[in-house]
């Protein structure tokens, strides 16, 4: 049971490059979720996800792009990296039931975009 | 508003003493849960605590306990017995709503703890 892996886990991007952080959890979680962690900022949310086919906006999405194909995966996309993006970003899963249920995070992805 | 406010950056507590990491909310939905998660220097999110809205009591793990004042809307953390693996950023989260559907995390800035021998 390897919980919420992301790769890579440092990334050095130029301006207006692509690339997708990859997310995968072995869990069976229904819900998944990506933050960007900025200094003094605290962890925001970039998309979630409450299952297959099922996504939505969290409270940073612009420059992002997310799909769900599979419980398991959630990759996140950006499209064209700018150095606003420059962050560390966590993904994150948990069950989607009634209860004290957390959410377990992914090592994070340390993001530069130069 | 900000939905999750910790007003202290910086807290410095000396080993074996306890202290106490400040947390105040704001929602105006009765169902909600409280999280408390530790961040050390390597970077990854350890959960720690969890209060529910509809808890009586408070929530303790370990060394670890929650006052939950909900009339005040503070959720503060307690650590006892401070350790030197105890120094990290602690963020507290909340989630608006039943654990299901669309509810998310709200995360505050967070509080730097540094425990000295």
């Known amino acids: 049971n390897a919980g919420v892996t992301q790769t890579p886990k440092f990334q050095v991007l130029k301006t207006g490059q692509s690339m997708t952080l990859q997310c995968a959890q072995d869990m069976n979680h229904e819900y998944m979720s990506w933050y960007r962690q900025d200094p003094g900022m605290g962890l925001r949310l970039i998309h979630y996800s409450v299952g297959a086919g099922i996504t939505d906006q969290g409270e940073v999405p612009n420059g992002y792009n997310v799909s769900r194909s599979t419980t398991e995966d959630f990759p996140l996309r950006l499209l064209s990296a700018a150095p606003s993006q420059t962050s560390v970003y966590f993904c994150?899963?948990?069950?989607?039931?009634?209860?004290?249920?957390?959410?377990?995070f992914g090592p994070g992805t340390r993001l530069t975009v130069t | 508003a900000q939905k999750i406010t910790q007003t202290q950056p910086g807290m410095f507590v000396q080993e074996k003493e306890a202290v106490t990491l400040d947390c105040t909310y704001d929602?105006?939905?009765?169902?909600?849960?409280l999280f408390w998660y530790k961040q050390p220097s390597s970077g990854e999110m350890i959960f720690l605590i969890y209060q529910g809205s509809y808890d009586q009591q408070n929530a303790t793990e370990g060394r670890y306990s929650l006052n939950f004042q909900k009339a005040r809307k503070s959720a503060n953390l307690v650590i006892s017995a401070s350790q030197l693996g105890d120094s990290a950023m602690y963020f507290c989260a909340m989630r608006e709503g039943p654990n299901s559907g669309y509810s998310t995390l709200t995360f505050g800035k967070g509080t730097m703890l540094l425990v000295s021998p």
């Open positions: 994150a899963s948990r069950r989607q039931a009634e209860g004290p249920y957390e959410q377990y």
């Open positions: 929602t105006s939905d009765p169902s909600y849960g």
